[in-house]
């Protein structure tokens, strides 16, 4: 089945220890997306890629970065995690950016900073 | 500036009941709405959206959900709930500014007792 896989699903780094967080999709879409969700509160994009244009929002921390190698994976960067990045971490996909395209959700990775 | 309000944090619904989630928008523009489901320590997961046409749109696992512009409403239903219809859900609306970017609800967990 066509799907977007998430790993490692659990994920404990140091304070200030760099993270990589990876997805993959085999939906061949065009728009990868990354979200961060704290405490069962509405995820708050980060960034997304479309193709290989980056495209970040404008609150999101310098600390986190995102590189897409190729159509299949993105990965979520965090260079020096600090405990109020411990969170849920979601990736998404859609075909195309337009309007009435759905996102499709992985399973999310729940990162715990000690 | 587009957003979208859950007005109840939790919703508490008896097994075969009749269920709702409430959901209104404000938006620039014509809306496209969109409702998630999210199980525990999982990704969000696709129910159904309303992009244009008629106003009753019916999705996955028997929901529906009804579009009102009058209203700016676009309530979630379902006309006998199960226990494993518990869960979070999250309405989302696109903005109109940047087609890629949804801006979810604060979300309404759904509790089904037997």
């Known amino acids: 089945d066509a799907m977007v896989i998430q790993n490692p699903r659990y994920q404990v780094t140091q304070f200030g220890k760099p993270v990589t967080l990876s997805c993959s999709q085999t939906?061949?879409?065009?728009?990868m997306y990354w979200y961060q969700q704290k405490s069962s509160q509405a995820p708050k994009l980060l960034f997304h890629?479309?193709?290989?244009?980056?495209?970040n929002e404008a609150d999101t921390p310098d600390n986190f970065q995102s590189r897409r190698p190729n159509t299949s994976f993105c990965f979520l960067d965090i260079r020096s995690p600090g405990l109020g990045d411990a969170a849920m971490y979601l990736c998404?996909?859609?075909?195309?950016?337009?309007?009435?395209?759905?996102?499709?959700f992985g399973p999310g990775t729940r990162l715990l900073v000690l | 500036a587009q957003s979208v309000a859950q007005p109840e944090d939790q919703v508490n619904v008896a097994e075969g009941n009749p269920l709702t989630v409430k959901c209104t928008y404000s938006v620039s523009g014509n809306p496209y709405l969109f409702w998630y489901v999210q199980y525990p320590n999982r990704g969000l997961q696709f129910l159904l959206k309303y992009i244009t046409g008629d106003n009753l749109v019916k999705g996955s696992y028997g929901f529906e959900a009804e579009f009102n512009k009058s209203q700016t409403s676009f309530h979630l239903k379902k006309p006998s709930a199960l226990v494993s219809d518990s869960a979070l859900y999250f309405c989302a609306v696109r903005v109109y500014s940047s087609a890629s970017k949804i801006i979810f609800g604060s979300g309404t967990r759904l509790s089904i007792r037997p």
């Open positions: 890629y479309y193709d290989k244009d980056f495209n």
């Open positions: 939906l061949n879409h065009n728009v």
């Open positions: 998404a996909t859609s075909r195309d950016p337009g309007y009435q395209e759905t996102q499709y």
